[in-house]
DNA sequence: AGACCTG
């Protein structure tokens, strides 16, 4: 089996092209800086990922194009040959859409995920789509751009629906939508919870937009009380795919919904994309959708290299206060730092301590009114604030570009078991360093064996080297960690 | 525990 999978890697793929497509290199001839297509931007050194696919449910495998090296690997299921597109020109979109791409997006040529994934989204017989690709790498414009190139303009109909687990990812794919597709002339609605004075349910008009970008909760209530309809639906995209189709995560609202619109339209395409997929998630959802073509990156490829990581061992609580308070706030400009916390309750502790010693911070936690959040979301989007306190509401997918340090105040572990969260603390790690820029990590531990721990068992896990400081109340060797990570000068 | 309008 295992040789199967061989075959089917994508460098050796190239040599076996029908057509060879256009080499990359031509397209970029003339720029110094190349645009990926995504907001949240590109890792292009990112190199030498290599699948770990096990070949389970898939029948036949056929050969990809894929002119460069590349970091994923990819199966292909049924007879469709793929080829992959190293020019958007490659992927026949209406001119409406080329011109959102280069004109609003300002993009120049496909990223790696999105030259290979985007043929397999948009070529008849449009198979399921499980994809996974770096933090960063262009995974938003892969199934927005495959939503708006799928819709029928003519059809006032929702066509396509994006099932995301947070508020702030519906809102930010959102807007990348209305960017890319501002030439296209296709409607799209925003399925989030409204601050209380919304209309109710019942009394809400149907949607007929023809793209539905949401949330769990309000898609599913929508859907109940027939305001959005499924039968027109032909492409259903979840971000963050792991999270949604997990146990502890939204996986019973997710195949509700998977159900719903296979009754009417059999035929309908899912995309599952993420830059996680831990093996209990990845064997459901091969189990789950059928037939699908899948794209997978090795686990310690994943991690971002441009990212620096610390570990920093306090004797108590209070101390992690004061770590933040003079290594990090008293800093001066190293960009926006966010502060990752366990439980909302700790993110008002935190937020309150450091606002008591005249610091200015925000928090934001899923407790709080929905106009609140929206408003300290868009303020750190706006770079009015430095430091944001957040609860894993922003862990995953939340792209700012100035995002340069993260600090895990708690480390992320598994709600029932106390097992480290790997997959949490790759997303979080994933919010420092956007766009190919450089970032830090600093991982504050308590003096508790446990604690350590898990700190190493993360480490082990994605092979990483988490540098540790020594003395946690030494400001030399925090600036000397942040001159190493490229954040500080001299 | 966290995220999600759970009725």
Not at 183 to 190: P, Q
Not at 354 to 360: N, P, S, T
Not at 389 to 397: M, N
């Amino acid at each position: 089996m295992a040789d199967t999978v061989e075959k089917v890697s994508t460098t050796e793929a190239s040599s076996s092209s029908a057509e060879a497509p256009i080499p990359a290199e031509k397209t970029e001839s003339t720029t110094e800086k190349t645009k990926w297509g995504d907001v949240e931007d590109d890792d292009e050194e990112e190199a030498n990922a290599v699948s770990e696919l096990n070949s389970l449910s898939i029948k036949e495998e056929s050969v990809l194009d894929e002119p460069e090296d590349s970091s994923i690997k990819a199966v292909t299921s049924g007879e469709t040959p793929y080829t992959s597109a190293s020019r958007f020109e490659d992927l026949n979109l209406s001119p409406e859409l080329m011109k959102g791409l280069y004109v609003e997006m300002k993009f120049e040529k496909p990223s790696k995920i999105q030259a290979i994934s985007l043929p397999m989204i948009i070529t008849p017989p449009h198979k399921h789509l499980i994809a996974q690709a770096h933090n960063g790498s262009g995974k938003t414009t892969c199934f927005v751009l495959g939503m708006l190139s799928r819709v029928d303009p003519n059809l006032r109909e929702p066509q396509a629906l994006c099932i995301c687990p947070t508020r702030e990812l519906a809102i930010q794919n959102m807007e990348v939508l209305q960017k890319m597709g501002k030439f296209t002339g296709i409607t799209a609605k925003l399925a989030v919870p409204e601050s209380n004075h919304g209309v109710t349910s019942a009394r809400r008009a149907h949607v007929c937009a023809q793209v539905v970008i949401g949330t769990p909760g309000t898609l599913k209530k929508w859907i109940s009380f027939k305001k959005l309809g499924l039968n027109h639906l032909k492409i259903l995209v979840f971000d963050e795919a792991d999270h949604m189709l997990a146990t502890d995560g939204f996986r019973d609202d997710s195949l509700r919904i998977m159900k719903d619109i296979e009754r009417v339209n059999p035929s309908y395409q899912v995309l599952l994309f993420s830059a996680t997929f831990n093996e209990t998630v990845k064997d459901f959802v091969q189990r789950t959708v059928k037939d699908p073509n899948q794209l997978f990156v090795k686990r310690e490829d994943l991690k971002l290299d441009s990212v620096k990581q610390y570990k920093v061992v306090c004797p108590k609580e209070q101390n992690k206060i004061e770590v933040i308070k003079d290594q990090i706030m008293e800093l001066g400009d190293i960009g926006q730092t966010i502060i990752f916390v366990k439980t909302k309750v700790s993110a008002g502790k935190v937020h309150k301590a450091l606002a008591d010693m005249g610091y200015d911070v925000t928090s934001v936690h899923g407790n709080m009114e929905q106009e609140d959040r929206d408003k300290i979301v868009k303020e750190f989007k706006d770079c009015l604030t430095q430091v944001l306190i957040a609860t894993d509401v922003l862990a995953r997918g939340f792209d700012q570009q100035r995002v340069n340090l993260v600090v895990n105040y708690n480390l992320p572990t598994k709600h029932d078991t106390g097992e480290p969260d790997y997959e949490v603390y790759l997303h979080r790690v994933g919010r420092a360093g956007r766009f190919g820029r450089k970032g830090a990590v600093f991982n504050l531990l308590l003096d508790d064996r446990r604690e350590i721990e898990v700190m190493e068992m993360i480490e082990r896990y994605f092979e990483a080297h988490v540098k540790e400081i020594k003395s946690w109340n030494s400001e030399e060797e925090y600036k000397s960690a942040l001159k190493e990570a490229g954040l500080l000068d001299e």
